[in-house]
């Protein structure tokens, strides 16, 4: 008669906490079942909760090189067995045994005698003991626990993952038997409605005996009644019977949301002559929905600003059953400005939602699955096992405020094998209205990430999670309003962001529990191997800086597109596996990583945020700097005020001046107000701030500005390669070389010309501007940090983290932070960084390239040396291609003229023609020019 996976909470239930050591063994070749082990103790011993792995058993597996590794695991059957003294006062009631944080499947026995299984990967397993058992006197229980994953393709979903929670073993929560009357209150169902200050309370009994009494529920703060209402119970016979109380709750009622998580109390009695059950619970009043495009809580419209929970956790391998846990978590990614989070492909335990419930996290909770739901052959292993643990994740926690959408998975609407479209899945259809028929008070999502857009009419979700805004651009005007055009249902953006950073080489440490970042060592070898070792500090925070900018101006470009509802940023905090996604601002342990502060990140992450839309982030001087200012608000109030910017280079207030907002209600995205400001002289970085006054929202952007005329005189020493003859028209004194003559100055080439290099090994200086040129080892780079890890997408075509810009003559007035920023956007976006290991190990570029740490390559995009009597300066920079309409190209090309022709151009490393024609993929010959 058991319809809920696990008991109600209650504080007056009696109970005998299991908890503490258990006699133990493993069972690898499975014998336990046919030798009886359930009718003897084991040899070994074990303490509950807790692992397998953590208490010494397992063997040492193979070290991941995609991940982290575990420094012991085991994957079979194990057994526990204890004698158990069930008080003799529990004749004649319920008995039930309930296991907490086991991973995966049980068996029970009491008394040599068989009692059920358990399979689920999301709720606890519960068990009638009550005709095996034996009260006043000893009882022998056995329990299987076997964490293979067997008949089933559901082998990556996060709960028991090799790349984020491990498949661990045990039991990891509580165990404990609890005895009921033979009737007893089985199942709740709490429906708030936030309109109606009502909550409506579906009650469950269940008996085995028959019974008359009352059911009485009661609302309460702090032990004050607030509301109640009782009606009569009577079930002829031995069945389960529902009844429905609604409490008035008053006008004055207190909503539960994300800013305001208040919490009732609800107290649930069953009084028959029996004696009484009890239920204690707690609930919010709030009321959750779509309309159009928009998501509403509490009549409000709301924007989803989330993460993913992909269920790390460094120090056990599984999540803990403590609330501490995640209310710290919670509390540093409200911190970050965040309101929801998404748990990928599993759910966590009760501890969780307590803390979710208790903090406003609006929570997106996940089946165990990430498979093909289009594929017969996975829904023949999974499909059954995905139907019954939907039903029971979703009575098990119908309960909690925080639980606002339920997800079938994670990307699984893939292709089916025939090759048919995946627009929408039969199977994925009936998970969601079987859902709907279980608690429609809840959204329903049918998976997260793919899909089409607009919606195929056969699909059943009541809201998308949509994949691939991606892409980083100057260009602020930008929205994806195009990309989610067409569609009906309201959108969030699916795993936002995922901009990787280069390994740091000091967290070791901090793993102190059953899991080794085995990656530190491996990229601690490589770069040792490399030289590189030294420069690992400087490529994090170089990586670093550009992961922030970048997500910074994605964020803020979805904040720019009204017809989204929300996001859901992969990750907050780094992520282990699948080739080690170091893409966090937080690291494995929930700990800032010191680039991103919480204040910064709030920023362009907060109900509220101040956008600037402007086509471009450099300037010529003398030029207008064209915005517009924007808010987007999804603020409890109306925004009235002004909002009032300022234009500074460093200190210096170049301009300044306020916008009135009126009067803007919650809900949208609004424009404040239009600037055109004249840029000053340059070169310098400026940047424009914005604050709405009377609040903590402000946000603020970084422009660049440059001479637009040529500063660097050019002597008449400079010749020019045939490709570069249209320099001449910028330049009066250059001159396209003459094949005839000897040149002991200085050449600008687009090719390395054999003569060329001979004239430079008798004294002359050549300047390679090698953007367009083949060269033998180049690797292809862009302004964007690669997407996720080099390992799990090896083909994509950036595999890079930034750059990093030496203190160095030639970029004294070029203005720059020693890393990537706006400013390089157009000088590096597609161009190629020059593989170095064949030149020198003491040859430090100018300009270098951060490679991912897992290739860890030394690259380059400008570099000198001295050949023969002469000197070599190389750059792979976008000089050319965008010299005529980006101000940087023009400046810094004219910086490198007026170095090449100063004393400071004294390159250091000598280099033989041998380093040179290993340059490009094939030289000139010398007779053509």
């Not at 299991?18 to 493993?26: H, K, Q």
């Not at 857009?453 to 309003?481: I, K, Q």
């Not at 203190?807 to 390089?824: I, N």
């Amino acid at each position: 008669m058991m319809i809920y996976p696990g008991l109600l909470p209650s504080h007056d239930r009696e109970q005998l906490d299991l908890t503490g050591e258990w006699s133990f063994a493993l069972d690898p070749d499975g014998r336990g079942e046919a030798e009886e082990w359930y009718r003897r103790l084991q040899s070994g011993r074990i303490l509950v909760p807790g692992s397998w792995e953590e208490q010494g058993y397992g063997e040492r597996p193979p070290e991941q090189i995609i991940g982290w590794s575990k420094k012991r695991s085991y994957e079979g059957a194990a057994w526990y067995v204890r004698q158990v003294e069930i008080p003799n006062v529990w004749r004649g009631k319920k008995i039930w045994l309930q296991l907490e944080g086991v991973n995966w499947t049980t068996g029970v026995w009491l008394n040599g005698t068989y009692a059920g299984s358990g399979d689920s990967l999301s709720t606890p397993h519960r068990f009638d003991l009550t005709d095996l058992a034996h009260p006043g006197e000893p009882n022998l229980l056995a329990i299987k626990v076997n964490n293979k994953v067997e008949g089933i393709l559901n082998y990556e979903a996060h709960i028991h993952s090799r790349h984020t929670a491990t498949n661990w073993g045990g039991i990891v929560g509580a165990v404990r038997l609890v005895a009921t009357p033979r009737t007893w209150i089985e199942g709740l169902k709490i429906f708030p409605d936030a309109h109606r200050r009502t909550v409506r309370c579906e009650v469950l009994v269940a008996s085995t005996t028959g019974a008359r009494g009352t059911v009485e529920a009661r609302a309460e703060v702090e032990g004050r009644r607030i509301a109640g209402a009782k009606m009569p119970l009577e079930i002829a016979q031995p069945g389960v019977k529902g009844l429905t109380l609604t409490l008035e709750l008053g006008p004055d009622a207190r909503l539960w949301s994300d800013r305001d998580p208040f919490l009732y109390e609800l107290h649930l009695e069953l009084a028959t002559e029996e004696g009484v059950d009890v239920v204690d619970t707690r609930f919010g009043l709030r009321t959750f929905e779509v309309r159009g495009r928009k998501l509403y809580l509490n009549d409000e419209p709301l924007y989803l600003r989330g993460y993913v929970d992909c269920c790390i956790f460094p120090l056990t391998g599984y999540p803990p059953h403590d609330k501490s846990v995640y209310l710290q978590q919670f509390r540093r990614a409200k911190d970050y400005g965040f309101n929801h989070v998404r748990l990928h492909s599993w759910t966590p335990p009760d501890a969780f939602y307590e803390a979710a419930d208790e903090v406003g996290m609006l929570v997106q909770n996940e089946l165990p699955n990430w498979g093909n739901c289009n594929d017969p052959r996975y829904l023949a292993g999974a499909g059954n096992f995905l139907r019954s643990e939907l039903e029971r994740v979703v009575l098990h926690l119908q309960r909690h405020p925080s639980l606002v959408i339920h997800c079938m998975g994670n990307e699984l609407l893939q292709s089916a094998p025939h090759g048919a479209s995946h627009r929408y899945s039969p199977f994925l259809n009936q998970l969601v209205r079987r859902g709907r028929e279980l608690d429609p008070s809840r959204l329903y999502l049918d998976q997260s990430g793919f899909g089409h857009l607009p919606e195929e009419p056969d699909r059943e979700t009541d809201l998308n999670s949509y994949r691939s805004f991606r892409g980083t651009t100057p260009d602020s005007t930008t929205t994806w309003s195009t990309r989610v055009a067409g569609g009906r249902l309201p959108v969030i953006a699916h795993e936002h962001t995922q901009m990787d950073m280069y390994t740091r080489l000091d967290s070791s440490p901090k793993f102190t529990g059953v899991i080794e970042p085995s990656w530190e060592a491996q990229a601690m070898d490589a770069l040792a191997a490399k030289q590189l070792l030294d420069e690992a500090d400087r490529y994090y925070r170089a990586s670093a800086r550009l992961q922030l900018v970048c997500i910074k101006e994605q964020f803020e470009r979805i904040r720019r597109t009204l017809e989204l509802s929300g996001l859901q940023m992969l990750n907050l905090t780094d992520f282990p596996g699948q080739g080690t996604a170091l893409n966090g601002v937080l690291d494995v342990f929930w700990e800032p990583k010191g680039h991103a502060s919480a204040e910064v990140f709030r920023q362009f992450n907060a109900e509220t945020v101040l956008l600037c839309a402007c086509p471009r982030r450099t300037f010529p001087e003398g030029g207008w700097l064209e915005a517009r200012l924007l808010l987007s608000h999804y603020g409890p109030d109306r925004v009235r005020g002004d909002v009032r910017w300022e234009l500074a280079a460093g200190q210096d207030v170049l301009a300044c001046g306020k916008l009135a907002v009126g009067d803007v209600p919650p809900g949208g995205l609004y424009e404040v107000g239009t600037l055109a400001l004249r840029m000053p002289t340059g070169p310098k970085k400026l940047t424009l701030r914005a604050h709405l006054e009377g609040s903590h929202v402000h946000n603020s952007w970084d422009f660049w500005v440059f001479p637009t005329g040529r500063t660097q005189e050019v002597g008449a020493g400079v010749r020019l390669s045939p490709g570069l003859a249209w320099l001449a028209d910028y330049y009066d004194q250059m001159e396209v070389i003459d094949r005839r003559e000897h040149h002991r100055g200085v050449i600008l080439t687009d090719r390395l010309n054999v003569r060329y290099v001979e004239e430079m090994y008798n004294g002359a200086t050549v300047v390679y501007l090698a953007e367009n040129d083949e060269l033998q080892d180049a690797i292809p780079t862009g302004f964007e940090s690669l997407f996720w890890t080099y390992l799990w997408f090896p083909n994509q075509p950036r595999t890079t983290m930034g750059l990093v810009v030496e203190d160095h003559p030639l970029m004294r007035r070029f203005p720059h932070d020693g890393h990537s920023d706006w400013q390089w956007y157009h000088l590096v976006e597609g161009a190629k960084a020059v593989g170095m290991e064949v030149l020198p190990s003491d040859l430090r570029p100018i300009v270098a390239v951060v490679d991912n740490w897992h290739r860890a390559r030394k690259l380059g995009y400008m570099l000198e040396g001295r050949v023969g009597r002469g000197r070599f300066l190389m750059t792979t920079l976008q000089l050319l291609g965008e010299y005529p309409c980006h101000p940087e190209a023009v400046y810094l090309l004219d910086q490198l003229l007026g170095y090449i022709q100063g004393e400071e151009f004294s390159p250091a490393t000598r280099l033989t023609l041998a380093h040179i024609w290993s340059l490009p993929r094939s030289p000139i010959h010398g007779g053509h020019l």
